[in-house]
Every structure is written in C-alpha cells, then in structure tokens.
C-alpha cells in the first residue's frame, strides 16, 4: 500500500500545452510539498501546504498552481508549459508536529519537446 | 538562508568496503534536524539516517552511521560493508524545527556512490 502516490510516473507533452500532476497520501500527514529536481538532481521546494492551507511558495513562476482539496491530496497544474519545466517533480507529505522526515513520492518525469 | 553543501560529486567504492560522504551546512538555527537521503536509478527517494541537532549521540542505521560535529557544521555519512544495491545519489538535506513554515527540506548537491564489485 503505497503512502505517497503521484500519478503519472512520466508525462511527455508539448510546448504550450496545460497539465497536471497528481498526488495522494495515506499516512495521514498535515503538510504536503512539491518539490522539483532539474536535469543536474538538484532538488528544490516549490510549494507547501499544511492542512490544505498554502504555507510556502517559493518564487515558482505562476504558470504553476498547486490546489489541495484535502489533507491527502496536493495536485500540481502547469500551464503555458515551457521547455525549461523539464525535470522530475516530487510530491512528498510530513507530520510537522512530529519532526520526522518527510516520505516521497516517486516522482513524475515531465518532459516538453 | 540554510545552505547544504555536499562537495563529493562522485564517489566510488570496492564493495564490502568502508566510504564517508561529506556534507556540510550554514545555519544560524540551534535546533535543526539532519537527514540522508539516497535515489537509486528508481528515482524514489529513500531516507537513509536521521539526526535531531539537540542529540549529542551519532545517529545509526545497521550499517550506516553518521559524525554529526554540530560545532563544524558537518554531517557525514558512513557506509560500512558497502553492498551493490548501495549504489545511488546520496542526497544530504537540513530542515528547521518549528512551525509550519519551517518545515521545507533544503537539499545538497548530491554525490553519486559507485560500488565498484
């Protein structure tokens, strides 16, 4: 039973096209984030939601939205998509009053061509 | 802002071997956690040892262990009897405690481990 499950594993699309990426989680967790990891495996916080409310964003252009409908879901939409959105994007989800780590999803490869 | 350099892009090691990955880190927090993350070629991230920065006491995991030296801001990474399915991206990432804001990972470069057989 996966805890944090995205869906699609890999997304190829073309330039200007809109998207979406989406997220789940079972472990009952009270924040979720997006992270992206660019084509050197740097990874970089996108956003953050605690309790469907959005606690970080961190200077993401505005082509991409994050909505959270619930505590268990974090989607990521995309629009005008652009070459330089290829990467990885990882959804992950952590209990902050825990302070344990943070579990991952297993990353979406979205490629524009 | 918290910075996490990890200055060993690649590293390489004989198998059943012992490797160190460095990593070092800026903050002006006091109380922080510490964790090592690997990415084999599934691309899932999988966490390998966790440190809380209040615990004096290095964090261990069968056979990884870490040197947590919170004075250096220092946070290595050891490997005992490297193994095949040891090969991977080794990522080293600091979150602040606190609040909700505090809660994002900031991850180092990542240095990619060879098991050589």
């Known amino acids: 039973d996966t805890a944090v499950s995205q869906t699609p594993k890999y997304l190829v699309t073309q330039m200007g096209n809109d998207k979406s990426i989406k997220c789940e989680q079972n472990l009952g967790h009270d924040t979720m984030y997006w992270y992206k990891q660019d084509s050197k495996k740097f990874l970089k916080i996108m956003f953050s939601?605690?309790?469907?409310?959005?606690?970080i964003n961190e200077t993401v252009p505005n082509r991409f939205s994050p909505k959270s409908p619930d505590k268990a879901h974090l989607n990521l939409h995309i629009n005008s998509l652009e070459l330089g959105d290829s990467a990885v994007y990882f959804c992950?989800?952590?209990?902050?009053?825990?302070?344990?780590?943070?579990?991952f999803g297993q990353g979406t490869r979205l490629t524009v061509v | 802002a918290q910075t996490v350099t990890q200055s060993q892009p690649e590293m390489s090691v004989q198998e059943a071997e012992t490797v160190t990955l460095s990593c070092t880190y800026d903050?002006?927090?006091?109380?922080?956690?510490l964790f090592w993350y690997k990415q084999p070629p599934s691309r899932q991230m999988i966490l390998v040892i966790r440190q809380e920065a209040y615990k004096q006491q290095n964090a261990t995991e069968n056979r990884f262990s870490v040197n947590f030296q919170k004075a250096a801001k220092s946070f290595s990474l050891k490997i005992s009897d490297s193994q095949l399915g040891d090969a991977a991206m080794y990522f080293c990432?600091?979150?602040?405690?606190?609040?909700?804001?505090?809660?994002?990972?900031?991850f180092g470069q990542g240095t990619r481990l060879t098991i050589n057989p």
């Open positions: 992950a989800s952590s209990q902050v009053a825990t302070g344990r780590e943070a579990f």
């Open positions: 903050t002006s927090e006091s109380d922080y956690y």
């Open positions: 939601y605690n309790n469907k409310e959005l606690i």
């Open positions: 990432a600091y979150r602040r405690t606190g609040n909700k804001g505090a809660q994002k990972l900031v």
